[in-house]
């Protein structure tokens, strides 16, 4: 199925994660150009050759999305070296796990700082070259602990919570202006860290998804160019759950 992604600008921050890296292959895969974002200035050479070796292009830029500046420059650069931007991904990974009484208030205001304000900024550096064009997608990974509390990730959802009410309302005030605006959702992942968790006794949260197995970054990444692409041209202001039917609630 034509995506309708070809020669198309994406751009992934929070590229060298797990699911960002599937993302940006996922769109590379679909013919479109590729910007990569994320700290590691040798993960991101790395990631960049890989989309090289699908047959993309690749500019990777090294930033800290709590730098509302930097992110600001890394935009503009993203702009003037492949010329516009017609898809912003994000995803960054909120690692604080544990019961309530146990995790420090730093780590609420450090999810606060690097997820939520870090995609405020991401949003806020885009949304004038989109309205300037008149189109494009942004979909931002956030995660089912925001619509279903997880008493064990109370930081990363609440930040979850918050990031799908400001997805609503950039998807109602920039609809007119042919943008999209949606998140994806994904449950418990299987990752390294997903797998130190389990082993050290938090439990497998695959007992209670009635698929019977955790997610795959690729699955993820599948969704993302979906609600990115011109297949989804009638879809804004959503947030999709990707896990597993994990979620009861309708």
């Known amino acids: 199925m034509d995506m309708g992604l070809k020669d198309k600008v994406a751009w992934v921050t ?55 500046v930097g992110v600001g420059n890394a935009a503009e650069q993203v702009v003037a070296q492949m010329g516009r931007i017609d898809v912003l991904a994000t995803t960054v990974a909120v690692p604080a796990f544990g019961p309530f009484l146990e995790i420090d208030g730093n780590v609420f205001r450090q999810a606060l700082e690097v997820k939520y304000l870090g995609y405020i900024n991401c949003f806020q550096a885009v949304l004038p070259h989109m309205s300037e064009r008149g189109s494009g997608a942004i979909v931002a990974i956030t995660g089912t602990g925001g619509k279903q509390p997880i008493n064990i990730h ?22 007119p202006q042919n943008i999209r605006v949606n998140a994806a959702s994904p449950g418990p992942i299987m990752s390294e860290r997903q797998q130190q968790m389990i082993d050290a006794g938090m439990g497998n949260p695959a007992k209670g998804v009635p698929l019977g197995r955790l997610g795959e970054a690729v699955e993820v990444a599948d969704a993302v160019v979906f609600l990115a692409s011109e297949r989804a041209a009638y879809i804004t202001g959503q947030v999709l759950s990707l896990d597993g039917g994990g979620i009861k609630a309708l």
Do not use: C
Request: proline share 1%.
């Open 14 to 68: 929070g590229a060298t994660g797990a699911i960002g890296r599937e993302i940006a292959l996922a769109f590379a895969r679909e013919g479109a150009k590729i910007a990569i974002s994320a700290r590691s200035e040798s993960a991101l050479r790395e990631l960049a050759d890989e989309i090289e070796q699908v047959g993309s292009v690749a500019l990777a830029i090294s930033v800290d999305v709590t730098d509302t």
């Open 154 to 175: 109370l930081p990363g959802g609440s930040v979850n919570a918050a990031l799908n009410l400001i997805l609503k309302g950039l998807a109602n005030e920039y609809g």
